[in-house]
């Protein structure tokens, strides 16, 4: 069966530091990957998918960045954290019209 | 872009109670889903639905593709089903990659008490 993996689940971060969230997926090839950030009393909102290994589009300008250096790996990452990057983010993997979402990554910048 | 709109924003209910959150878009769309989110934040895929009637256990979600509306139902609700119901829809030519760039509700947040 498909499984997905996100960590860390929980991260407090100096404004300014770097930041690497990290997904892996299970139990599947050729997945299409997604990252969605939910900020403090907002709705969620993609930032980033991608449908192969160094293929990734963007869907809003931001600070944070991803890298898929595998088939089932998806990297969400910053170099320098801002204030406004704190929240909620998800990673899913998408196949067959279906997504599963891992469990989150919460993140906390100071 | 199609915007997603969800009500009630909140829902407080006595455990036991039939529960309903709506869910209307303004671009017509392929299939719908709906979301809970637990109070840790994990989200979990309710449904997928293109037409009609889905149920599972004690839910059940309907959509009308014409009305461009669906609703979430929960029959003899717990305690345990409190949380965040979410709606997301793909876009209206959703296929491959396109179909986990969905759009987002605000949440509807459910608080049932025993």
């Known amino acids: 069966s498909q499984t997905i993996h996100q960590w860390p689940a929980t991260l407090v971060q100096p404004v300014g530091s770097p930041l690497s969230l990290e997904c892996t997926v299970e139990?599947?090839?050729?997945?299409?990957l997604y990252w969605y950030r939910q900020a403090a009393g907002r709705g969620l909102q993609l930032l980033f998918y991608?449908?192969?290994?160094?293929?990734i589009s963007s869907e809003v300008p931001q600070n944070l960045s991803a890298s898929r250096p595998q088939d089932r790996q998806f990297i969400l990452s910053s170099k320098k954290l801002l204030l406004s990057d704190s929240g909620f983010y998800l990673c899913?993997?998408?196949?067959?019209?279906?997504?599963?979402f891992g469990a989150g990554s919460r993140l906390t910048v100071l | 872009k199609n915007e997603v709109e969800q009500s009630p924003q909140n829902l407080t209910a006595q455990e036991g109670e039939f529960i309903t959150i709506n869910c209307s878009y303004s671009v017509g769309i392929s299939a719908l889903h709906w979301l809970q989110q637990h109070p840790g934040g994990g989200i979990v895929s309710l449904f997928m639905?293109?037409?009609g009637k889905k149920k599972h256990g004690r839910l059940i979600a309907t959509i009308n593709i014409q009305e461009k509306h669906s609703s979430l139902h929960i029959t003899a609700s717990h305690p345990r089903d409190s949380a965040v119901y979410i709606c997301a829809v793909p876009p209206s030519n959703a296929g491959g990659t396109s179909y986990g760039k969905l759009t987002f509700g605000q949440g509807t947040i459910l608080t049932v008490h025993p």
């Open positions: 899913a993997w998408g196949a067959y019209n279906v997504l599963t």
């Open positions: 139990g599947t090839s050729n997945p299409n």
């Open positions: 639905l293109s037409s």
């Open positions: 991608s449908v192969g290994i160094g293929q």
